[in-house]
């Protein structure tokens, strides 16, 4: 659920998402409407502090002014400060590569807000590559050889500001901060390595594992992720999301079957040798409670034989 308001002194009205997300950039801003708070944890990343708040409420994202011409930033909110009862304005935009036609829309964005809010708006660009993060800090200067009009200067938060969390206890503090941390950093050669440190901590959680799967890249780590969460089970069955389909493929042959699949599945993704005795053992239990013992203890174990350990 997000929190939507049509203007500085428009009541706020709650609008609930039933829709799955649906593509890399979306998945970034999902996790600001979801969670605006992190934002305020986010923005220090950026090179300033963010002064102490009351609240941060998300705006709609349309500023169309005229109707033939379109322009529609990503994600917008008002921060209530507690020193300051106007506050400001945030429009957070996504940034896949350097585009000078950005440089024109930025600018109108912030003059627009200023002129329908009447309050200071600033901008908070999201980059995933060293690259595009140089290119977007600016700044952006309107006007002449002889004469600069105006000048935006954009917040940039990159890979090099924010860092890839793989601590579980460090993960499990913050799952916000967490998953946006995974998606600003999944170019990271290392990715594969950062997703299975905090599987164990996001994996239960379907909401933010979702939003991983949703913003990696086609390809290796997102695969392995789908890998990585086949283990758990989807709170939200019927809505057709990958890791839904993930897990029923798992389970299609059965539920002690699919619990000894997965059981298998996850020793070899985090690189346990399976034997050829062990995987016979595991795929002739029928006793669920048994496989599920054997699911958790996947999860951490040192060698495939420590999952038949008495306790």
Not at 176 to 203: E, R
């Amino acid at each position: 659920m997000i929190m939507q308001a049509d203007g500085c002194g428009a009541c706020v009205r709650s609008i609930t998402f039933r829709r799955m997300v649906s593509s890399q950039h979306d998945a970034v801003h999902r996790i600001f409407r979801q969670e605006p708070d992190l934002l305020a944890r986010l923005v220090p990343e950026a090179g300033v502090r963010f002064p102490e708040y009351s609240s941060i409420e998300p705006l709609d994202t349309d500023l169309t002014e005229i109707r033939p011409l379109e322009r529609r930033v990503d994600s917008f909110f008002r921060v209530r400060t507690a020193d300051d009862e106007g506050g400001f304005l945030l429009a957070v935009e996504s940034q896949s590569k350097p585009d000078p036609d950005k440089h024109n829309s930025w600018a109108y964005y912030l003059a627009h807000m200023y002129a329908k809010y009447r309050l200071p708006p600033i901008l908070l660009v999201v980059c995933r590559d060293k690259k595009t993060a140089e290119w977007a800090r600016g700044p952006i200067r309107i006007g002449r050889s002889f004469h600069t009009s105006m000048e935006v200067f954009p917040l940039v938060l990159g890979p090099i500001g924010v860092r890839p969390i793989t601590d579980p206890e460090e993960a499990a503090k913050d799952l916000a901060l967490t998953t946006f941390s995974i998606l600003i950093n999944a170019k990271d050669p290392g990715i594969l390595a950062i997703l299975d440190a905090v599987a164990p901590v996001l994996g239960p959680n379907a909401d933010w594992a979702e939003y991983i799967e949703a913003g990696l890249d086609e390809g290796p780590s997102r695969d392995h992720w789908r890998e990585l969460m086949a283990v758990y089970t989807p709170n939200f069955p019927g809505l057709g999301s990958v890791m839904e389909e993930t897990w029923l493929e798992v389970h299609a042959d059965g539920e002690a079957k699919g619990e000894a699949k997965a059981i298998l599945r996850v020793l070899r993704t985090r690189g346990v040798e399976v034997s050829e005795s062990v995987q016979e053992k595991v795929m002739a239990c029928v006793d669920l409670e048994v496989l599920e013992t054997w699911l958790d203890r996947s999860l951490t174990v040192a060698s495939a034989e420590e999952l038949f350990v008495e306790e």
